[in-house]
């Protein structure tokens, strides 16, 4: 993919808002490719996690391990999606699995990356730390939303069992 066309896909995502061309495309190359097909598992709920990646073509899934054996579908990420970021900030292990849905095209960046960058470019990477607190904020406050949802309905439930 030429720079200029991956520089303008990068800018519609929410994890480059408010950065400059320029600087998108200063970042975009540290980005690495990486390919995943259909039912490949990209990482594993519990692996260290050391990447974030971009979504340009394809899609993957989320998943975590239930205590009842199953695993529950978290997220379906899509081009233009962004994921694994909290492993740019923590060095905990991923707490869930990811598995490409179909053939799928993505863009890493490492804390390695974010490291280096921080040390050429600080107002960059206060940006996009930024972009990355907004992010997450969105995340937490739909994941209030689904377990008030999934409250109601469990209580709507037991109501009409009891």
Known sequence: MAAE?????????????????????AVAGMLKEKRVSAGEQLFA???????????REGALIMKRHCSGGTDARLLMMRPGAFFGVTSLIEMEP???????EKDS??????????????????????????????????RLRKAGE????LEDALHAAAGKQG
């Open 5 to 25: 066309e991956l520089t303008a896909f990068l800018a519609k995502t929410s994890f480059f808002g408010g950065l400059t061309p320029e600087v998108v495309g």
């Open 45 to 55: 709920e519990g692996d260290k996690g050391k990447s974030m990646y971009i979504v």
């Open 94 to 100: 991923r707490p869930f699995s990811c598995c490409a």
């Open 105 to 138: 095209l993505l863009y890493e960046l490492t804390n390695l990356d974010l490291y280096k960058l921080y040390k050429s470019d600080t107002k960059t990477y206060i940006l996009l730390l930024q972009n990355i607190a907004r992010e997450l904020c969105r």
């Open 146 to 149: 689904r377990i008030a949802a």
